[in-house]
């Protein structure tokens, strides 16, 4: 069986595994959410400090996504996530001693690794899948965010039972124990044979190779972004505003986090049939609505239904966006997506802040979400046909919808064409000349 065979038929196995590493390491980047208000209670820390913890993991996280992605497509997911994995059990480990606001930001800076692990999973997965079935099989393993769920509905009960610190040490074992298994059972996607290996310095030249990438970047910097910010951001402000317990606003967030997981794959799948851009502008105003309706200070049945629709809306967006990063670099998703991701992250460090600092000075959240909605707005400022235009040399295509519908032909087949064009110009003319010359002039 060739290569290519084998590449098309997909892996279940290890996008199962992939999927459940993705989930064990989300729990854990995302543990200081749900354990925040214990933190802020022992510690007496102001709505900044709170900001500055939830984001530190979130900071790391990012960073490394864009190295981690290039790893992957030169070593492989198989060996970068199982390191990953192991890594990452140590600092959170260790969490789960220290006693002082300094050390936790410093064990959650390097457990921020865990965060990257997103940039792994996204090039191994896709390598398995052809092109018509890789928005479905990313939605699938972006369904890992659930980890986060189980972060602020779990950690609530540890933080209750036996201690907030403790918590740390109950998440860090499935770290330990996923790296061994990633190691034993997964697998990378087989390469196709006489494949020139590119350097790193190949890798680095896709940054300059369109400008998609930093539009895909800034979408994901929205749905993403949003996404970590009010996951972490959500259980404060339940308490806050509405005056719930920590374990009831842990439970609502966590229905919050497994919307937005599971409608990953309804955005995956309708990335492989219809335009991303088209689907991206409609996320873009419908999340506008559902932030000028926050700012009306509704119940917290009403406010909940709000966040949950929001919730729809970013899983939809985060699955459509990896699904073009998939589509428009094949060669280079993980270097890309990478990039994509970290941008993410960015948005999931920064606003976090920038909404505790705005509530600490105006005592209110009305600003922050208007702060939020201006995000959204500077998104759809690109969200022009124009935008969505690839440029390689002479080569240009534009993104519609799914190969499988539109018969779009593949990019090396359009170079492929452009260079037969003009040979055959070339040809042309030469023979042209040369029949001019031959022929004898006509007398009357």
Known sequence: MSNSAVTLQGNTRVLILATLAFAVCFAGWSLFGPLAVYMKAEFNLSSSAVGLLLATPVLLGSIVRVPVGILTDKYGGRKVFSALLLFTFFPMFFAGFVHSYLMLLVCGFFFGVAGASFAVGIPQVSQWYPREKQGLSLGIYGVGNIGTALAVFGAPFIAESVGWNK??????IPLLLMAALYWIFSADAPKP?????????????????????????????MTFGFFVCFALFLPS??????????????????????LATFSRILGGYLGDIFSG?????????????????????????????AFYCMAILLGIGNGVVFKLVAEYFPKDTGTVGGVVGAAGGLG???????????KEYTNNNSLGFIFI?????????????KTFIKRDGKITRVENTSPRVNNEMPEEEIIFAEVGKKIGKKIGKKIGKKIAKNMEPITL
Not at 281 to 289: C, F, P
């Open 237 to 258: 402000y339940l308490i806050d505003t509405f005056g719930v317990t920590p374990i009831k606003a842990g439970t609502l967030t966590s229905v919050f986090v497994f």
């Open 277 to 305: 851009r088209n689907l991206l502008t409609v996320l873009s105003l419908s999340l506008i609505g559902v932030l000028f309706y926050l700012n009306l200070n509704s119940s917290l049945i009403l406010g909940i239904a």
């Open 348 to 358: 999931g460090f920064f606003l976090p802040i920038i909404m505790c600092t705005i």
């Open 373 to 385: 909605s201006l995000v959204c707005l500077m998104c759809l400022s690109f969200m022009e046909k």
């Open 167 to 172: 918590a740390f040490i109950f998440y860090s």
């Open 193 to 221: 044979e006489n494949v020139i290996p590119q350097t790193f310095n190949d890798k680095l030249k896709v940054y300059k190779s369109s400008h998609l990438i930093w539009v895909f970047s800034l979408f994901y910097f």
